[in-house]
């Protein structure tokens, strides 16, 4: 199987991703994030690295599907190469930060991509308001996150809630984290778990977390 676990930056999508990694013995697959070479330079001037960043970006997402492929277990992946283009890749030409030139030959070169790529067997979005997002992000404290601009966040959230309501047609599991703490809360978790399982398993009623 192919788990993907979708939200914003800060939402909590690479810790739940480990912890549900663990406890179901899946492989965990993670972005390309502390070594990607575009991603301090993005942030610091994003209208001109963007194009770079997220060609890079598509090109790890792209390889990671066909990595997942090949596999014969259950892998569970940290962003999915959807949101890639449908949030981040959108947003970013909303904004002005890529051209009409360079969004352009990014779509042509994920549509060709689209004719191999199949739905995860679940996505789980992590569903989180913005105050939430940036207290997550200050505290985690990676330097080149703290100078991302308010606006591009709420751009991003907004551009999750249209890809998953309206765009994305695969199975998924939208899990609202404002109020939780499934890092030290063992009850939090454990409703996660729930609603997991009667997605994949059938083995108990979803309920609303």
Do not use: C
């Not at 013995?25 to 330079?41: C, T």
């Not at 060709?112 to 939430?132: A, G, K, N, T």
């Amino acid at each position: 199987m192919h788990i993907a676990v979708a939200g914003n930056i800060g939402s909590g999508k690479t810790t739940l991703t480990t912890m549900l990694a663990k406890q179901y013995g899946w492989e965990p697959r993670f972005e390309a994030v502390d070594y990607n070479p575009y991603l301090e330079d993005y942030y610091k001037d994003i209208p001109r690295w963007s194009f770079a960043l997220e060609v890079y970006f598509l090109k790890q997402r792209f390889k990671d599907i066909l990595d997942i492929r090949r596999t014969d277990h259950t892998v569970i992946q940290d962003r999915s190469i959807f949101e890639g283009v449908y949030v981040f890749t959108a947003t970013n030409k909303a904004m002005g930060n890529m051209s009409d030139r360079d969004f352009d030959t990014y779509m042509e070169l994920f549509e060709q991509m689209m004719e191999i790529v199949e739905y995860p067997d679940l996505m789980i979005y992590l569903r989180s308001e913005l105050p939430h997002l940036v207290e997550n992000i200050q505290k985690r404290g990676r330097d080149y996150e703290q100078t991302i601009p308010l606006e591009y966040l709420s751009n991003l959230n907004e551009r999750y809630e249209d890809f998953i309501f309206n765009k994305y047609k695969g199975r998924k599991l939208v899990v609202e984290v404002d109020e939780l703490d499934f890092l030290h809360n063992p009850k939090d978790f454990a409703g996660i778990l729930d609603r997991v399982d009667s997605q994949l398993f059938g083995l108990f009623s979803p309920h609303e977390l």
